[in-house]
């Protein structure tokens, strides 16, 4: 099993991101998926979830509005669009495959850091 993030990097106030997962050696498209976010001295945080045909997604009210979850199961990846980018955004990204009775699955992380 492997999740590989992408995207992440330096951004200025107002900007926007594009993060990518890349997901492997599992079933990928019956999976929900989500990004999960921590900043230094933080508590990790849930930004936003889909579920495994994409039908559905959920956003924390500190990202909604301004960042969009989407998947192609064709490719076996998930993304993160995220726009009106703000110093608070500033974390490691990771996305997560869950799925019921089956362990979660993690990728590595990508660092995002928005500042002037």
């Known amino acids: 099993v492997q999740l590989v993030e992408s995207g992440g990097g330096l951004v200025q106030p107002g900007g926007s991101l594009r993060l990518s997962c890349a997901a492997s050696g599992f079933t990928f498209r019956r999976f929900d998926m989500r990004w999960y976010r921590q900043a230094p001295g933080k508590e990790r945080e849930l930004a936003a979830t889909i579920t495994s045909t994409g039908a559905n997604t959920n956003y924390a009210d500190s990202v909604k509005g301004r960042f969009t979850i989407s998947r192609d199961n064709d490719k076996n990846t998930v993304y993160l669009q995220m726009n009106s980018l703000k110093p608070e955004d500033t974390a490691v990204y990771y996305c997560?495959?869950?799925?019921?009775?089956?362990?979660?699955?993690w990728g590595q992380g990508t660092q995002v850091t928005v500042s002037s």
């Open positions: 997560v495959a869950v799925r019921t009775y089956y362990p979660n699955y």
